[in-house]
Nanobody
Framework: QVQLVESGGGLVQTGGSLRLSCAAS????????MGWFRQAPGKEREFVAA????????YYADSVKGRFTISRDNAKSTMYLQMNSLKPEDTAVYYC???????????????????WGQGTQVTVSS
């Protein structure tokens, strides 16, 4: 029902910045919270950041808090992840996710989200 497409990934040096975008189409009005997850080689997928539909509340993993900023523009049906002070350990495929059904659990849980993008690669060189 909701299609998500990530963009903005790339290769940057340690300390650099990138801004990821997630464009949503379809029944975007049914999207409640949205979030970003990432998966590094040989690692499990992990929570990065989440935002409620109206942008009033945001949530961050401890590993990125203070460096990453999540935002959304509902008029443009787009969510963003501004990543500053990037570290090699931030290297991963980043996935956009959207919640389209009722869920009362943690924003950190992947089970909250029903729709997923295909991912965009972020590589941070030493």
């Amino acid at each position: 029902q909701v299609q998500l497409v990530e963009s903005g990934g790339g290769l940057v040096q340690t300390g650099g910045s990138l801004r990821l975008s997630c464009a949503a189409s379809g029944r975007t009005f049914s999207s409640y919270a949205m979030g970003w997850f990432r998966q590094a080689p040989g690692k499990e997928r992990e929570f990065v950041a989440a935002i409620r539909w109206n942008g009033g509340s945001t949530y961050y993993a401890d590993s990125v808090k203070g460096r990453f900023t999540i935002s959304r523009d509902n008029a443009k049906s787009t969510m963003y992840l501004q990543m500053n002070s990037l570290k090699p350990e931030d290297t991963a495929v980043y996935y956009c996710a959207a919640q389209t059904s009722d869920y009362n659990g943690s924003y950190r849980s992947s089970y909250r989200y029903d729709s997923w993008g295909q991912g965009t690669q972020v590589t941070v060189s030493s």
